[in-house]
């Protein structure tokens, strides 16, 4: 996904350890965190996205979250100072979820087209799964704080550094046809970001159905050949 912070979902099961980069804020008053603590987090979390969805980060209170959850203010400030930590917590985990991608383990020894192929499955099928948060960065840029937008860029650099390193790997094999390795990586990247203009959970096509058809554009847009390359014309 071609993050538009860095200039380049139903939600999934939450991995807590996603959401809490070292380098953001801690948040609230939590200081160890537990099984039944993340359950409580999880709660606010998902409240408060869709409040977000619905109505945008300038309209969404504090108050309308406590309201929402049926719970007091102390409840929510126990785990987060304010509604930009929540919002920054909501985009993270979908952020994270998307740039680690090609964190492929060394001796992960498939061929460049074969990862390639594979990552950006797994980036479309992540934008899917975190929907709606994948898309509050798309629809409010504006909302985030300077150090969140510099741990956003940091990530996001390392993934485009991967893919381009593999789709030049897989175009010295013969496996991929493009001329100018960034901007191919970010158009093939920037398809699930239009999501946010019109997906719905409930559409037409299911998310397997949307994630293939998106995989496959992808695909056309790095040129990857159907059939093995030519010994003559590589």
């Not at 504006?142 to 741990?151: D, F, H, K, S, V």
């Not at 695909?219 to 059939?227: C, D, E, K, S, T």
Request: with cysteine; hydrophobic share 40%; aromatic share 10%.
């Amino acid at each position: 996904m071609r993050h538009p912070l860095t200039a380049p979902p139903p939600a999934a099961a939450p991995d807590n350890s996603l959401a809490r980069d070292p380098l953001l804020p801690a948040g609230g008053r939590q200081r160890r965190p537990t099984a039944e603590s993340d359950a409580k987090r999880e709660r606010i979390l998902q409240a408060a996205q869709a409040l977000f969805h619905a109505q945008g980060y300038a309209n969404t209170t504090m108050a309308q979250i406590v309201d929402a959850l049926g719970v007091t203010k102390p409840f929510v400030y126990y785990y987060f100072r304010n509604k930009q930590e929540i919002f920054e917590a909501l985009s993270w985990r979908p952020t994270v979820a998307c740039f680690t991608v090609l964190d492929f383990p060394a001796s992960d020894l498939r061929p460049a087209h074969e990862k390639v192929e594979d990552g950006l499955r797994q980036l479309i099928r992540a934008t899917i799964a975190h929907y709606p948060a994948a898309f509050f960065p798309y629809r409010e840029p504006q909302c985030y704080r300077p150090e969140y937008l510099a741990q956003s860029r940091r990530i996001a650099n390392h993934f485009y550094r991967q893919l381009c390193a593999l789709l030049e790997q897989g175009r010295a094999s013969g496996h991929f046809d493009f001329r100018e390795t960034r901007i191919t990586a970010q158009a093939a990247c920037s398809l699930p970001g239009f999501l946010y203009h019109w997906y719905r959970p409930d559409g037409r096509l299911d998310a397997q159905a949307m994630e293939q058809e998106l995989l496959l554009l992808a695909l056309r847009v790095i040129g990857l050949r159907a059939g093995p390359p030519s010994k003559e014309n590589p």
